[in-house]
């Protein structure tokens, strides 16, 4: 599936609406990106922290639209790019399995990131995400059975 198909099928499921939405309800200016991408650039809420996040095919960004197309976050772009692509596969229902990726991802290694199998598809590095953190030790050791 291309970049186009990816901007028909999120405006088609209302997921990129909705990031219309949030972007306006978090004081940001819309500019057209690259490949169908909307930067909704001067996002003001203090929810989510991070940077950038992405909602149907609009990537809210607390800096400006340039900042994040910029040659040299060309990996960024790319890594909510792709959450683009799962927003078009899945829709609405992108919220939920993320948000379980999430809470399996901190269970194993404190990290909202490192283990969700979303943010990995995306590229954790180009996520700003760990990429080294080992399972909790807990969760290594096989159950003993009892005797």
Known sequence: MG??????????????????????????????????????????????????????????????????????????????????GQYAVLGPLFWPAYWAACGWSWAATGSWGARNFFEKRAGLHAGGYPTDLPIRPLLKKPFKKNP
Request: aromatic share 4%.
């Open 3 to 84: 970049p186009r198909a990816h901007t028909v099928l999120t405006a088609v499921n209302g997921t990129t609406g909705l990031g219309l939405l949030i972007a306006l309800a978090g004081g940001a200016r819309i500019r057209r990106g690259r490949d169908g991408v909307l930067v909704a650039e001067g996002y003001r809420r203090r929810l989510p922290p991070a940077t950038c996040f992405t909602v149907g095919s609009v990537v809210m960004c607390r800096r400006s639209a340039e900042w994040l197309l910029a040659e040299e976050r060309s990996a960024l772009f790319a890594h909510e790019s792709h959450h683009r």
